[in-house]
């Protein structure tokens, strides 16, 4: 059995590498949507199965980490934080694959308008989900709650986003088709930000676990053994 | 410090009474929506923070069990699928109040169609959640398969609503902002089918990891004793 802080690391790793991967694949997606370029919608569907697998491996460490070495109080917070955010990411690296498909849907209609806040809100979401994911390897809530900040920005640039594309389709219905592809991109950007919110109040509590459940922790520790620390 | 499985089976209860609470959700909210019932749509979001808290009673609780039993094998794989599906849960409950959010904000307008794809795909997802909460408690893959067949259907009506909702904004500009609304109703149910999809994949992971992981198990058991079985 490896050492507990090595294989912590490792997972500490593995997220970020997903985290890598994901972040690629909604930049991939909105590129291919602003520039019409349909090979890198198609890679991002087809890199998506690669996040599934590296999803199904931090599970798998995961479980090992908790059954190999029982961990309690924060180590034991930080595992099951570890699962959450797992799926957090992965279900962000399906919104990307959603926003490749709409993509694609929409590669033989003329540019609707020029989408300047699609783009706005794609880099918002961006640099949360880099924040969030900072802030969880380095235990960081000021970074973490920088990113609940963030959450009303989107949440206002989705509304312009909704009101702009509401006007044109009452204004030309011919658009309503690639209207709709465009309301489900920024309803897909929205909830990727609701994804780095989640990771993001996931660390706050990680973090301020420790010290608002000082006593319950005590009573953890005091009922069993702590290991290696 | 109480017995595992007594926990096990309080668990087993919380899971259903969420279970129980998000089913009702879901049924009020498209209940609202259909027969223009601004009473039933604010008494979804007002119970809302109840799901929420036990989202988080419900962490806490497996967070406790982990910490306290050290589970290994099938009860630490019941865990972490405990964890798992508690978060679909709460999604689906998120769910709900978008829906009873949209019933609201369709309030003051005539509908605009008879809608009956709509409550078709609610009750089709209603019994998706009921059957996947069985499936769990019972280690019922049958069941579970069962809700994954169930998912294309879920699609197929969706496809039949956009079709309608798209044709009708194209005839009716008028009717713009409403079918919209309408649209995300059908999402979000859509997405309801989902989270109820994860958690039957959930289940079946659970149950046949016993079989096809045997290998593994015998090496965990190895390492460490396993406890009270």
Redesign the interface.
């Known amino acids: 059995?490896r050492h507990f802080t090595v294989e912590l690391e490792e997972l500490n790793h593995k997220l970020l590498e997903m985290g890598g991967m994901v972040e690629s694949a909604i930049h991939r997606s909105v590129r291919s949507l602003v520039e019409q370029n349909k090979e890198l919608a198609e890679q991002v569907i087809r890199d998506e199965p690669a996040i599934n697998r590296m999803e199904m491996q931090i599970?798998g460490l995961?479980?090992?980490l908790?059954?190999?070495n029982?961990p309690?109080?924060r180590d034991?917070?930080f595992l099951?934080s570890a699962?959450?955010i797992n799926?957090d990411l992965e279900r962000i690296g399906d919104l990307a694959q959603h926003i490749a498909e709409r993509s694609l849907s929409l590669m033989h209609h003329p540019l609707v308008k020029p989408m300047t806040d699609i783009p706005k809100m794609a880099s918002l979401v961006q640099s949360m989900l880099l924040k969030c994911l900072d802030a969880f390897v380095n235990g960081d809530t000021e970074m973490a709650r920088n990113v609940l900040l963030s959450d009303d920005e989107v949440d206002n640039l989705r509304d312009a986003v909704?009101a702009d594309l509401?006007a044109t389709?009452?204004?030309d219905?011919?658009v309503?088709?690639a209207a709709?592809d465009l309301?489900?991109v920024a309803?897909n950007l929205e909830r990727i930000g609701d994804h780095a919110t989640n990771i993001a109040e996931d660390v706050v509590f990680l973090v301020k676990g420790i010290d608002v459940r000082h006593h319950a922790e005590d009573e953890?520790d005091l009922?069993?053994p702590r290991p290696r620390e």
Chains 1, 2 share one sequence.
Request: cysteine-free.
């Open positions: 059995m599970d995961v479980t090992r908790l059954a190999l029982q309690v109080a034991l917070r099951t699962l959450k799926t909704y509401l389709m009452q204004r219905p011919g309503v088709p709709v309301i489900f309803r953890t009922s069993m």
